[in-house]
């Protein structure tokens, strides 16, 4: 996380001088993998975030000299929870730094292991297999989402259903979370409204995957916004949504086409490969075009590296965003450093394995431990009992939760509440697997909330729950609730629900 410190006041934004304020922040456009000279994997993006925390202390000190910085960078804190799980063992202490940024959504290259190897394997299959087994395991599942990738042409060089199910697959199978297409690398730009195009996207859509375009021109963008029209025409559903980000920005920052398209709620753009006069561009526009008197311009812009093709150059974007020039407050700086990013990922790992588990939950009162402990204690609890963490999760921002949190009472607060975790495992030699919600609620209880595999609430859903108690999965939760002393009774009481 970043913390900064206000320079001056800004009453517009509700800022005060010497206010400090946490930015928990989401790379939503990064690859992994192998690809020619191009080299990436959690090792090595770990180390570039730790070096784009040096450029951007370096250029900050500039920027506060000419007097143009508005919040100057501190620090930067890990989470802790994610930090805790990198100190569990030895060996993967060393990856524990690089938190500038603390999530990056991972995909493949167009990398060396993504040609068909026969004539009935999906060209992205091992390149897909290798991202699961990066970003659904401990400890690089506290830290990666797994996007998974296909190549559209396989309809037509294998069977038309093939993209389709490697999708699924990556779903259902690996838990990778979301889709990467690239029509310019995969060479089909003239067939992005084609029929092929329709399955993948109604697929990943029932998958609940949102989907990363590579989208290098206005014109790539509005064949895409085309495709979803045509979809909703086909299935005479004008609200089908399904998430879609433009990467790049479409590389039109300044086009009035680009913001028509954002008006559709299905879309969404990010911010990788943009830099110098693009990145005020960007958010100028999207401010006047998109309506500054609410957040929405906000809520459709997510950060991204596009690393390894791009390295130190995001750095400058983050400074725009705290700088004296940016158009908006603290709200619309989280919304773009990660807000965004974890409302539209929405669920944690899912995958084919199905366990059948009433919702329970058990209440602890400890007026000296927090939810953060608690969830680190189960985590290290299942991790010896052959668990392995398939990812974690926090709650996305929802309406009032922006100001309704606790942590914004004890100081200014980014939005996202690192006080309620959503953490799902997976057993090694079974099929097991299970959902842990873990929340801080009032008079000093922390509940833990188990739940089988499937069907699970969005993550949005939760939030929403969380602020009322007049919600179905709640009431749940409560008829099968059940004290417990400590914490050590808490992990018994969890062993006797697991068994």
């Not at 659904?136 to 190549?151: E, K, Q, W």
């Not at 929802?398 to 997976?426: A, H, M, N, P």
Request: charged share 25%.
């Amino acid at each position: 996380m970043l913390r900064v410190r206000a320079l001056d006041d800004d009453p517009d934004n509700g800022v005060k001088k010497d206010d400090v304020y946490q930015f928990y922040i989401v790379d939503a456009h990064h690859h992994m993998g192998k690809e020619g000279s191009h080299r990436n994997s959690p090792t090595s993006a770990y180390e570039f975030y730790t070096l784009l925390w040096f450029e951007l202390k370096k250029l900050a000190k500039e920027l506060k000299d000419s007097d143009r910085l508005l919040f100057e960078p501190i620090r930067i804190i890990p989470p802790p929870l994610q930090k805790s799980i990198f100190q569990l063992r030895r060996n993967w202490n060393r990856w524990n730094h690089g938190w500038l940024v603390d999530r990056t959504i991972a995909f493949p290259y167009t990398d060396d292991y993504s040609g068909r190897t026969n004539d009935d394997t999906a060209s992205f299959k091992i390149s897909n297999d290798k991202i699961a087994g990066w970003t659904t395991r401990a400890p690089h599942s506290s830290r990666l989402i797994g996007f998974c990738r296909v190549d559209p042409n396989d309809a037509l060089a294998i069977e038309p259903q093939t993209p389709v199910e490697e999708i699924r697959r990556s779903a259902t199978e690996l838990g990778l979370r979301g889709l990467k297409l690239h029509p310019l690398a995969q060479l089909f730009l003239d067939s992005i409204e084609s029929d092929q195009m329709k399955r993948i996207v109604q697929e990943a859509y029932k998958l609940g995957m949102p989907i990363i375009v590579d989208s290098r021109n206005i014109r790539t963008a509005i064949r895409i916004r085309n495709l979803i029209e045509s979809i909703r025409e086909d299935i005479n559903n004008a609200s089908f949504s399904p998430s879609i980000i433009l990467a790049h920005s479409a590389m039109s920052p300044g086009k009035s086409e680009l913001y028509e398209i954002l008006h559709d709620s299905s879309f969404s753009i990010d911010t990788s490969s943009l830099h110098d006069r693009d990145i005020p561009l960007l958010f100028e526009s999207a401010h006047d075009q998109m309506g500054a008197g609410n957040n929405i311009w906000s809520e459709k812009i997510l950060f991204g590296t596009d690393y390894s093709f791009l390295s130190v150059q995001a750095a400058e974007l983050i400074l725009h965003l705290l700088s004296r020039d940016f158009l908006g407050g603290p709200r619309d700086i989280q919304n773009v450093l990660g807000g965004n990013a974890l409302r539209i990922i929405n669920r944690p790992v899912l995958t084919y394995r199905k366990t059948n588990l009433a919702p329970q939950q058990i209440i602890c009162k400890d007026d000296n431990q927090q939810s953060t402990f608690v969830a680190m204690s189960v985590t290290k609890h299942l991790l010896k009992r052959g668990w392995d963490l398939t990812s974690i999760d926090y709650l996305p921002p929802s309406g009032q939760k922006y100001l309704t949190s606790k942590q914004s009472q004890r100081r200014k607060y980014s939005g996202i509440d690192l006080e309620e975790q959503v953490l799902s495992f997976r057993h090694e030699d079974s099929d097991r697997e299970l959902i842990f919600w873990v929340t801080q609620q009032q008079n000093d209880y922390i509940s833990l909330n188990i739940h089988g595999s499937g069907p699970f609430p969005s993550l949005m859903t939760l939030a929403e729950s969380s602020m009322s108690s007049d919600n179905p999965l709640l009431r749940a939760f409560h008829d099968n609730s059940q004290p417990a002393e400590n914490i050590a009774v808490m992990l018994s009481k969890l062993d006797d629900i697991m068994e």
